[in-house]
């Protein structure tokens, strides 16, 4: 039985034999390499980190374009470090997975040092000290959720740990993003040394956002003398620290079952799925779809790594924004959006298996290609049309992909504005194209209204997913039931805060509330609304 580890990997006859591709390089000596000159770091060791961003760097290495490794830094959930990374030498089990059923196995050892970003353990939080002072350090990156960044909580006011974070100074921080300002506070002291901070979280303006929160947090603790006011300086000129753009796109779900037990069918064994404390699904193996993209804006400070030989895109910002809102606003997040909020409705608990539906895959191609299109932003460096081929015809229908309609649904009161508002306002401003014509968009922001009573097309109940607005949002619904034609849905739709334009104004608030009762006439409802208006 294969395992993975450091030593059991020099058994190349056997891996091969069993279809994965062993790393190309001297891992001993770029792990070496690494103590000494350390050049990457990276806070969030999930997922997409390892699925995607490790394997990036692993292609610079097999070729000898890069001679480091990166660290890896955990700041949430310590267990993924003890129980995924140290166990197994840092090695991770990629298997990549087409619609087709066909795996791509590799084993992806470019993570040569897994460190938690823990004040508690000394080694760890020392070695991170020393890594930031070290004038060779090029870039620190980030895959820690947009929660990650955010200071304040919904009432607009600092979270508690941030507060204490600020009383305290860069001695004891606690929230990431302190501890992210006292290291570069480290580095400032240490001889003002340049290095970047790159985002790769899939949220807006990424890089603004986590500049904004160090530069926060530094501003507090220069007011009460606790940093000197030179570090602010040291933070805000570019020519020392930038924060550039990104936008990261590559679906990398839990550790699958059934790809669980085709590794074990083809002997590679201790490949167990974990579920830390802090309810974290991880595994030895991370199973991920083939396609990805990483656009970047190429603002540098201190060198970088030449990912763009292992498919990176390095552009200017403007292109990075034209990527990330071709992406968010037509070509992906709102397809996911509408067979999110549809599928918890139908009782679907697989995307792929939504994309088999007729009715489901008609919904999503005419907000794509009919609605969408016609106002989508071509960012140039991507084809906007060939995308969306790629997001329907393969990705969202591979089954070996086991992403679900339930994790999509959280927080779409967020969401919306964006990813169905964003068209709308392009119609608007298109003098030969009129909002109130459109059918597919109104009806997703109907099924979302739908949705949110919690009880499914059957009429049985469901369990909604996380919302910050949940509550109010429910409000404005309470006592509503299948075969009421009255509702305080309006309310709702009234909201621009939440859809970013007045649908009422525009001709389609009414139309999303007749698309609404429809759907509340009784069981089956949904479906025949859906069927009606997408013939």
């Not at 991770?92 to 040092?113: C, D, P």
């Not at 020392?240 to 936008?247: A, D, E, G, K, T």
């Amino acid at each position: 039985m294969l395992r993975l580890s450091f030593n059991r990997i020099s058994d190349a006859s056997a891996w091969a034999a069993a279809g994965v591709e062993l790393p190309q390089f001297d891992i001993a000596q770029v792990a070496k390499n690494t103590g000494s000159k350390p050049e990457w770091v990276h806070f969030g060791a999930g997922n997409i980190f390892r699925g995607f961003v490790a394997n990036a760097h692993q292609k610079l290495l097999d070729s000898g374009k890069a001679d480091t490794g990166i660290i890896a830094a955990e700041s949430f959930d310590f267990e993924m470090i003890d129980k995924v990374y140290k166990p197994y030498d840092n090695l991770t089990l990629l298997v990549l997975m087409n619609a087709r059923g066909e795996f791509q196995k590799k084993v992806v050892a470019s993570i040569v040092e897994a460190v938690t970003a823990d004040k508690n353990r000394e080694a760890d939080y020392g070695r991170l000290i020393e890594i930031f002072e070290h004038p060779s350090l090029q870039m620190a990156s980030f895959t820690i959720t947009e929660k990650g960044y955010s200071l304040t909580g919904p009432d607009g006011h600092f979270l508690g740990i941030v507060e204490k974070d600020m009383e305290a100074g860069p001695v004891q921080p606690i929230h990431v993003m302190s501890i992210v300002a006292s290291l570069a506070y480290r580095r400032y002291l240490k001889g003002r040394y340049p290095m970047t901070f790159v985002s790769m979280d899939n949220c807006s303006h990424n890089g603004d956002k986590l500049k904004h929160a160090v530069l926060t947090i530094a501003r507090e603790w220069a007011k009460r003398g606790l940093v000197e006011a030179g570090f602010i300086d040291y933070l805000e000129d570019e020519r020392n620290i930038s924060f550039p753009l990104s936008m990261i796109d590559k679906i990398t779900p839990r550790p699958s079952e059934t790809v669980q037990a085709a590794l074990l069918e083809q002997g590679i064994g201790e490949m167990d799925v974990i579920i830390t404390s802090k309810n974290t699904y991880t595994a030895p193996f991370v199973n991920a779809e083939i396609s990805e993209y990483l656009v970047i804006e190429d603002k540098f400070t201190n060198g970088r790594p030449r990912l763009e030989e292992a498919g990176i895109i390095f552009t200017d910002r403007d292109t990075v924004n034209k990527v990330e809102t071709m992406k968010v606003t037509t070509c992906l997040n709102p397809l996911h959006t509408a067979l999110a909020v549809s599928g918890c409705l139908l009782g679907f608990t697989l995307i792929a298996d939504e994309m088999k539906d007729d009715t489901l895959r008609r919904f999503v191609e005419t907000i794509g290609y009919t609605e969408g299109l016609p106002v989508v932003v071509d960012p140039g460096i991507l084809n906007p049309k060939q995308f969306l081929d790629e997001v329907l015809q393969e990705r969202f229908s591979n089954p070996f992909i086991p992403d679900t309609p339930q994790r999509i649904a959280t927080d779409t009161s967020q969401k919306v504005g964006i990813r169905f508002g964003e068209t709308i306002k392009s119609y608007i401003r298109r003098e030969d194209l009129d909002p109130a014509e459109l059918t597919a968009i109104p009806l997703a922001i109907a099924v979302w209204c739908r949705y949110l009573l919690g009880v499914d097309d059957e009429g049985k109940p469901f369990a909604l997913s996380p919302d910050p607005l949940l509550e109010a949002l429910q409000g404005h619904l309470a006592g509503v039931k299948l075969g009421d034609i009255t509702s305080g849905v309006r309310a709702i739709l009234e909201d621009e805060n939440i859809f970013g334009v007045p649908l009422y104004a525009i001709g389609l608030g009414e139309k999303i509330e007749r698309m609404f009762y429809e759907m509340l006439e009784g069981p089956g409802a949904v479906r025949k609304t859906l069927e009606k208006y997408l013939k």
